[in-house]
């Protein structure tokens, strides 16, 4: 309901004027005259006719839309490069003959094929006297629990993390990191983590989606086992 008091000349008050146009959309094609007439305050202070305000709008709203357009290009345009590198990773995965190619594959192709990942890390829970010479870096899960036992939640995390959770699960380049990315690995009865690191602070958000990440753990759940032959166990 429209509360506006009439005004004391007798003419319409502005909400009367705003709701009539809102009703009659074509009334200026009918008046043209009117429309050439009507004056538009600024931003610089100078006045414009409607007509170039209206183009205005319209030339802003177009810059917009632009603007959009190229971000949802670009988007498509970084996940297909995603897809693609994600894919060469796993097939050179599936050729590795033993855990160690594996980690080695692993860790080298995400630092050298994926952009803003400086560090990785992959770390098994297990028993390292099991291991023998292997390169392969297994931890007793009562270790990583000391540790990182705050990260490990079934889940991915993303973000900045403490001193001491980056010094156990990059070592040296721990002071190098601005934030990480952290997916919980179950290859067949075993456990383990596999550790991301940006220098970027802001590249790694608890927002962020770990979808690529995910699938490549899948991977691993699936070639370790056959590549480990149970040499190590959860506890």
Known sequence: MDNAKPNKDGLPSESEVARYLRNHP???????????????????????????????????????????????????????????????????????????????????????????????????????????????????????????????????VCGVLRGEELSFLFGKHADHIGSAALVPVCPGTGQGVLAIASKDPQHFKSSMGTLFIDFIVEVLNRTLPRLMKGPYSAG
């Open 26 to 156: 074509g009334f200026f094609l009918n008046n043209e005259d009117i429309l050439a007439e009507l004056k538009l305050a600024h931003a610089s202070g100078k006045a414009v006719s409607l007509l170039e305000r209206q183009v205005e709008l319209l030339r802003e709203r177009n810059m917009d839309m632009r603007t959009r357009l190229n971000n949802l290009l670009e988007n498509a345009q970084n996940n297909d490069v995603i897809f693609q590198r994600s894919r060469e990773l796993i097939l050179a995965l599936l050729e590795a003959r033993r855990p160690e190619e594996l980690n080695n594959i692993l860790c080298r192709r995400l630092v050298a094929d994926f952009e803003k990942i400086d560090y990785a890390s992959l770390i098994l829970f297990g028993d390292p006297s099991r291991m023998g010479s292997s390169q392969l870096r297994v931890v007793s899960p009562e270790t990583a629990q000391e540790n990182i036992g705050a990260l490990l939640r079934g889940k991915a």
